[in-house]
Nanobody, 128 residues
Framework: QVQLVESGGGLVQAGGSLRLSCAAS????????MGWFRQAPGKEREFVAY????????YYADSVEGRFSISRDNAKNTVYLQMNSLKPEDTAVYYC?????????????????????WGQGTQVTVSS
């Protein structure tokens, strides 16, 4: 069982930055691929980024590539999302998820339906 708690959301002007954190419980954090997803009002939850277990590999949605950076600290059981050059269209509730893979499949790492555990979400609002 893994419990996830996101923090760091808030209101920021366009062009600004925020750093989200997701703290995980349990001693098996390093066994999980971690992903960030977001959901805007009236829209489906969409993939933002994922990071593999050791942190040596990351992948981003085209919409955030070059602006967002995902990282993890396995000693602190925490995954981060650094968001720079924020745009109004980045406004959403941001969720972190944990996925245990018995066999790696990148398509699953980008699918919200595949994740095993979720946090409660943190609101990010970008004003124009």
């Amino acid at each position: 069982q893994v419990q996830l708690v996101e923090s760091g959301g808030g209101l920021v002007q366009a062009g600004g930055s925020l750093r989200l954190s997701c703290a995980a419980s349990g001693r098996t954090f390093s066994s999980y691929v971690m992903g960030w997803f977001r959901q805007a009002p009236g829209k489906e939850r969409e993939f933002v980024a994922y990071i593999k277990r050791s942190g040596d590999s990351t992948y981003y949605a085209d919409s955030v590539e070059g602006r967002f950076s995902i990282s993890r600290d396995n000693a602190k059981n925490t995954v981060y999302l650094q968001m720079n050059s924020l745009k109004p269209e980045d406004t959403a509730v941001y969720y972190c998820g944990a996925k245990y893979f018995t066999r790696w499949r990148s398509s699953l790492a980008k699918s919200s339906n595949a994740y095993d555990y979720w946090g409660q979400g943190t609101q990010v609002t970008v004003s124009s």
